[in-house]
Structure formats: C-alpha cells, structure tokens
C-alpha cells in the first residue's frame, strides 16, 4: 500500500513497458466501457478451471470500482486477464486485489503493466497522494517477485508474511 506517485519509482520504465506491451496486442479498457459482460467470461473461465477460483477477488464486491477495474484483452477484444480494483470510501484508498492473467500472457509482464496503467488512471484522476493497494498471489508466481521486490522499500505497508515463513 503507498502513494500512487511513488510508482514512478517502482514502474520507472512503465511508458517501455506500456508501450511494448500495446504494440504486442495488449488493449487495457475499464470495465465500464468493455463492450461485452465481462464478469460472465470471467466466471464461465473459472468455472471451466481456465482461471483460478482465487482469480473472483473483489468482482462481487460492492466497493467494485469500474472505472479503474480493467478487462485485459488481445487487439479482437478477447479477454486474457482482468484486473479489479475496489474503491473503500472510509479510508479513502482503492485496492487491486489479486489481479489474474493467462499463463501465456505472465511472462509479457502484461499484469504488471495494467497495474502500472491502474496507478496511473488513479494518479491522474485524484494526484500523486491517492492511496493504493496492489496484491499479487505466489499463484502468479512473476508478478509475486516483482511486487515484492520493487514495491517493497516504496511502501507504507507490505506484506511479508510468507518471506518470513520461509526463513523459518
């Protein structure tokens, strides 16, 4: 949890990435402008064991947020991976919670990159100060070691849980 300026430290090459990942396909669109229903492709992925259980955080939530929620699709608008972000007015941050990707798209880092373009959107909509939460699973296990190892001595809180379990 942090800032959402300080992601220009962690996401320094974040416009590279962005733009590499755009010319490989990538299209990021919120939720609220994908012009099919998403959430049913979702859990119909799911449901055919495509896509974790785990990979639902935060669709039914009712702090669902869909202008910063993010359907990661291939240039024909077929979807690879999604992000959800949720908006938690009482202390005034928003949360992307386990973000999902399929496995033949992890390792063109687009996942990290929509969560960049997700700092962004917030950065340019509420400033630099706008508090975020970025979460990522050993279930994902790149995008584990990326957040924590660039997200780490940026942030207001982390968490280190299983770091520590491991050197028990």
Known sequence: MGQVGNTLEVFRDRDKLLARALRDGLALVSWRDFP???KAHILQEIAEGRAPEWSSAGLFSDTFDPDFSMVLTKGDNTIVGWVVCQFHAGVRRWSFPVGWID???????????AYADGARRLGERFGPHAIAVF??????PMMWRVLEGRFAPH???ADRIL?????L
Do not use: I
């Open 163 to 167: 770091r520590v379990d491991s050197q």
């Open 36 to 38: 099919h229903d998403a």
């Open 103 to 113: 496995s033949e798209y992890q390792k063109r880092g687009w996942l990290l990159v």
């Open 155 to 157: 942030a207001q809180v």
């Open 135 to 140: 979460e990522s699973t050993t279930g994902l």
